[in-house]
């Protein structure tokens, strides 16, 4: 969408997003009915703030048809509940940028497709571990072998070491990069690997710099850095969140890709 139309939009809501977050009782009251109705006195612990304060805060979330009251109990309307999982996912988000600014500033993201970025606070939660080179040493070696299926888009250069944990493997899923694959494929003949239907390469065409490797455990993302240094930094993480993240921005690449045989 173009900036024009976004600003267009803007003008449309800004002084409803300004009514959401310029008020910290509003935005806690939203955000603590997303789990459900609640009384007065539930509020009040939760959001530690006066009754009165509550109350005055209430009344104009009424107004704007965002929480409902019945009896003694406070919830949130259908727009509520909307307004709630958009206001949770940003503050999410941001909390997500400003925890691992170096490493977001470090790193370029524009290998991410924009609907992704759009819930990066899918991998919240995920720890940074930093190796000196990645076709020297591999950091994600030993994660994978509690693993059953694995899905990557990785360097030719990183999977010469990872075989013997591929050749045990379920479900392998591989996406190479950089132009290399007649040379990966006869380093498969050599170790007797052969693409099966559990067993299966892509290629994809261009300079992707991106690593991704995603398992029904973990996913490890390398994004190209800025300024090359001597160290990498790799994402880790082990939420379901995150596994489904990585697994979308797999297939996005596996869209783009050309299937392999030996």
Do not use: C
């Not at 206001?87 to 940028?97: A, E, H, P, Q, R």
């Not at 979308?248 to 690449?253: A, G």
Request: glycine share 4%; no cysteine.
């Amino acid at each position: 969408m173009a900036p024009e139309d976004i600003f267009e939009l803007y003008e449309e809501i800004k002084e409803d997003l300004k009514f959401i977050t310029s008020s910290d009782i509003r935005a806690k009251i939203i955000i603590s009915l997303k789990e459900g109705p609640k009384k007065l006195g539930d509020l009040k612990n939760e959001v530690h703030m006066r009754s009165s304060s509550i109350l005055h805060s209430m009344s104009q979330l009424e107004t704007k048809n965002l929480i409902t009251r019945e009896f003694q109990s406070y919830s949130l309307s259908q727009t509520g509940e909307m307004a709630a999982t958009v206001l949770i996912d940003m503050v999410n988000s941001f909390y997500l940028i400003k925890e691992n600014e170096n490493f977001w500033l470090n790193h370029d993201i524009n290998e991410i497709p924009e609907d992704l970025m759009g819930k990066i606070d899918d991998l919240s939660g995920f720890k940074i571990i930093t190796f000196p080179d990645f076709s020297k040493q591999s950091p994600f070696k030993e994660l994978l072998l509690d693993s059953k299926v694995i899905k990557g888009i990785i360097s030719p250069l990183i999977i010469y070491d990872e075989l013997e944990v591929v050749n045990k493997k379920e479900d392998i899923h591989l996406i190479l990069v950089n132009n290399n694959s007649n040379e990966v494929i006869e380093k498969l003949k050599v170790q007797d690997i052969s693409i099966t239907e559990n067993i299966k390469l892509w290629k994809i065409n261009g300079n992707l710099k991106l690593i991704l490797i995603v398992t029904d455990n973990f996913i490890l993302l390398n994004l190209p850095q800025v300024l090359k240094n001597d160290s990498s930094s790799y994402l880790i993480s082990e939420t379901e969140e995150s596994i489904e993240w990585g697994n979308k921005l797999f297939n996005y690449y596996l869209n783009q890709a050309e299937e392999l045989n030996i």
